[in-house]
Nanobody, 121 residues
Framework: QVQLVESGGGLVQAGGSLTLSCTAS????????MGWFRQAPGKEREFVAD????????YYVDSVKGRFTISRANAKNTVYLQMNSLKPEDTAVYYC??????????????WGQGTQVTVSS
């Protein structure tokens, strides 16, 4: 059992940056794969980025490669998503997730409540 709470969302102009944070409680995240997903209006939830338990392996959807960076601080029970060069199409509710496997065969069992990111043109 783990609870995840995201923070850091907001309104930003195109080209700007935001850093999202996700803090876990109930259990440490040391043994969990951690990921970020997003859902835009009228679309299904999509994978954005994730990493293995140590952060040594990271994965990204093609549309954010080179702009977004996932990292984790296990001692703080926190995972981050640094978002640079934001585009209007990045507008979505962003969700943090914890699970068993990151990468192409990713599996996630726990989800945060989401945080809204809005990018204006």
């Amino acid at each position: 059992q783990v609870q995840l709470v995201e923070s850091g969302g907001g309104l930003v102009q195109a080209g700007g940056s935001l850093t999202l944070s996700c803090t876990a409680s109930g259990r440490t995240i040391t043994t969990y794969a951690m990921g970020w997903f997003r859902q835009a209006p009228g679309k299904e939830r999509e994978f954005v980025a994730d990493c293995n338990w140590s952060g040594s392996r990271t994965y990204y959807v093609d549309s954010v490669k080179g702009r977004f960076t996932i990292s984790r601080a296990n001692a703080k029970n926190t995972v981050y998503l640094q978002m640079n060069s934001l585009k209007p199409e990045d507008t979505a509710v962003y969700y943090c997730a914890a699970g068993q496997v990151a990468g192409p065969d990713r599996k996630y069992n726990y989800w945060g409540q989401g945080t809204q990111v809005t990018v204006s043109s």
